[in-house]
């Protein structure tokens, strides 16, 4: 993908170039063409127009050749890390599943049961989905991520992992500005969620079955 950006930009910088000199060179094949009798003087003069005005649409040309480059490789850095999102979510998929393949991780840095570890590592597969939308696309907005981090704050599990977790995710999560204001959306929702009260139950995020 990065050397696709760059050839990309090299393009648009030799077009940049294609264009100069064709209009440099312009008077020079007129003359190769042209009758005898020609007033080669004023064509001089068409000539050093036509460079004089050439040279800004060659800086735009090579202002478009960076500008391309720099989008693109964006671009590049954006899809890779969506593409290393993607096979840590199918390898802790195939962990929730299988308790053997579980075990292949390592023993845990604290002391959780099983269901509990599946819990949180469904809960970080969450935040990196929101983390994702925020920081890559742009299409979430601070309010809707809010929201979802509020709710998911209200309930016991969701608290338990933003204690444990949060200086993790400032660490590994707080590279660029975007993704700082991400933590500090996630921070807000979780304070505003523990000053609302206590966590709902996880025994009680659901209606018994018989009661309906």
Known sequence: MQNMALRAG????ALGFA?????IGAPFLLRWVAPEGMNWAELSNISQAYAAISVPFTAAALLG???????????????QEEARSANHRDLLAIALEDV??????????????????????YINMILSFWYSNYTGTGAALDAITKDNATR?????????FWALYSAEWQVFHSGGRRERKFI?????AYAEAVAAGPAVPFSEFFVPEDSE
């Not at 050749?65 to 899809?79: F, L």
């Not at 053997?100 to 590592?121: D, F, I």
């Open 19 to 23: 264009t100069l000199l064709s209009i």
């Open 10 to 13: 090299l393009l648009w910088v």
């Open 100 to 121: 053997n393949l579980n075990a292949c991780w390592g023993p845990k840095s604290m002391s959780l049961t099983r269901q509990q570890w599946k819990q949180h590592t």
């Open 65 to 79: 050749a960076i500008v391309s480059t720099i989008y693109q490789a964006r671009q590049a850095r954006v899809s």
């Open 184 to 188: 500090r959306v996630l921070d807000q």
């Open 152 to 160: 998911l704050f209200r309930g016991q599990v969701g608290r338990e």
